[in-house]
């Protein structure tokens, strides 16, 4: 069963950074594209970044490029999201997961989500 822990989460400041981590277990990590993804109160699911190094590929969302990066440690079967210049519309709760990973979008493979990480951005 493929599993995934988030944590990094927490409250702070416009313009502030924070950095997800996305531990896997289950599976070998560079066997798969993994997806950040994020639901804000009252909104559906959208997809954040992906990263899919078996064939070059990361995607982000226009929302965030130029602010977040994707990245994994294989050795530590861990992916991560620093996030920098934060802003109020990136408070949400934060999933990682297995994803179909393109150049213009993501999304999540199977069904379900986990326990995620809270991100709130406020002054």
């Known amino acids: 069963q493929l599993q995934f822990v988030e944590s990094g989460g927490g409250l702070v400041q416009p313009g502030g950074s924070l950095r997800l981590s996305c531990a896997a277990s289950g599976f070998t990590l560079d066997n798969y594209a993994i997806g950040w993804f994020r639901q804000a109160p009252g909104k559906e699911h959208e997809g954040v970044s992906c990263i899919n190094s078996r064939v070059g590929i990361t995607y982000y969302a226009d929302s965030v490029k130029g602010r977040f990066t994707i990245s994994k440690d294989d050795a530590k079967n861990t992916v991560y999201l620093q996030m920098n210049s934060l802003k109020p519309e990136d408070t949400a709760v934060y999933y990682c997961?297995?994803?179909?990973?393109?150049?213009?979008?993501?999304?999540?493979?199977?069904?379900?989500w986990g326990q995620g990480t809270q991100v709130t951005v406020s002054s």
């Open positions: 997961a297995a994803a179909h990973c393109w150049a213009r979008d993501t999304s999540k493979k199977g069904d379900g």
